[in-house]
């Protein structure tokens, strides 16, 4: 789903509202639509994951991650991330993770395809005068259900 101008601030309804441009508005589509068309069954950055980990905690909307600050592994599952798009020097995009909770390694063979969910993601916005400010938006992306209780946990840190 793209968005209008109207529909964007709408969904941010917050004082910044009016300081979003249809510059901010070209660039949320753009990344949209980069996301939605590499969606496939095999899990990717920005996916949505039913996720449990080892000890049996359930987190309904848990995000694969791509280049977080904290990713020691090449794939981890943020538990409640919010991805932040990045545009790669291939000009790939990739999710971004900063914080929101714990992060878990996964093996992407033990991930069972489900469907698809609405992701919430979110850019960075303004300048250093202005101020900066958060823009939300959501995607549609490919949904996953890890148990990691199933899963020998050597295997994963591979």
Known sequence: MLYTLEQLR????????????????????????AIEQTRTEQPQPFDDVDFTNEYGQH?????????????????????????HPVKKDDGTITASIGCGGAFYPYDPA???YIGTARKRCKIYAGDFIGGYFTIYFYCNVSHFRYDMRNIDKAEALK
């Open 110 to 112: 033990k991930m069972e």
């Open 10 to 33: 709408a969904e941010n309804d917050y004082i910044d509202r009016p300081r979003i441009t249809a510059a901010h508005l070209n660039e949320i589509n753009d990344y949209i639509k």
């Open 59 to 83: 987190t309904e909307h848990a995000t694969i991650d791509g280049e977080s600050l904290t990713n020691v592994y090449l794939s981890t599952i943020c538990e409640n991330g919010i991805p």
